[in-house]
């Protein structure tokens, strides 16, 4: 039986088409933001120590990304900082929530860098006729994320945007991978996924029909070795000559 060709190719966002330097010693400083902009729009209640804000949010983020990784779950910008405000044993009208969210929104907002091969290689896809969409996990607002994409041109460059915050699950769940490939025009079979995770993007591609392309990165990202991706790559410069041979 002949392998099918491939007619679109689906990214990741985080650690694939663009990055966020510093996370993990900067995450805190940005709930931190979000707390101060909350005291400043709504001065008049007495709100926990921002100590306690940023440990409940942050919490409640990794909480979110728990079951992601055990259940494919997925959630709201809104559900993931309810919960926060749970454990703050806090309770906020759909205002105050909205005050909270935007706080963080312009905390993250410009964090973004893009990778210098990103851009290129989306106008090479275009020009050979490719489809390409993005498909990322995350519990952002659409709109945080594609304030990204617009501030490093890939906006136009993109056919299909998925986030699975508007989502029921997230990668690897095989239903968000049918879904993007349903929006690309294209079966499953006729597409690749890359991605800098090899449980999230690659082994979801694979369990959805696509092929597989693994963009190795520093990132300390769990590594199973019964995942075997189509191919590996360090930089989306690659991706076009392994395109070809892929359809040769």
């Not at 002949?2 to 510093?22: E, Q």
């Not at 969210?101 to 090479?124: E, I, K, R």
């Not at 800098?196 to 591609?205: E, N, P, Y």
């Amino acid at each position: 039986m002949s392998i099918m060709a491939i007619r679109a190719v689906i990214f990741d966002l985080g650690g694939t088409l663009i990055d966020w330097p510093d996370w993990d010693e900067d995450v805190l400083r940005r709930w931190g933001l979000s707390y101060e902009y909350l005291c400043r729009k709504v001065p008049d209640r007495q709100w926990p120590e921002k100590e306690y804000y940023v440990d409940a949010m942050r919490g409640a983020e990794l909480a979110h990304w728990q079951r992601v990784n055990t259940i494919q779950a997925s959630a709201t910008p809104e559900e993931v900082l309810q919960e926060g405000f749970q454990v703050l044993n806090c309770t906020v009208s759909a205002t105050e929530l909205r005050i909270a969210l935007d706080g963080y929104g312009q905390a993250v907002n410009g964090w973004s860098m893009v990778f210098p091969d990103a851009v290129p290689t989306l106008l090479s896809l275009r020009k050979q006729g490719y489809r390409i969409g993005l498909l990322s996990n995350t519990w952002w607002a659409a709109a945080w994320h594609n304030s990204d994409l617009a501030t490093h041109g890939l906006d136009s460059l993109l056919d299909v945007v998925l986030y699975t915050s508007e989502l029921p699950h997230s990668k690897p769940h095989p239903e968000v991978f049918r879904l993007v490939s349903k929006l690309l025009e294209v079966d499953p079979v006729e597409c690749v996924m890359v991605g800098d995770r090899l449980i999230d993007d690659v082994s979801g591609a694979l369990g959805a029909g696509m092929r597989g392309i693994w963009k190795k990165t520093p990132y300390p990202w769990p590594e199973p070795s019964h995942i075997q991706p189509t191919a590996t790559i360090i930089q989306l410069a690659e991706l076009l000559p392994l395109l070809e041979t892929l359809n040769s």
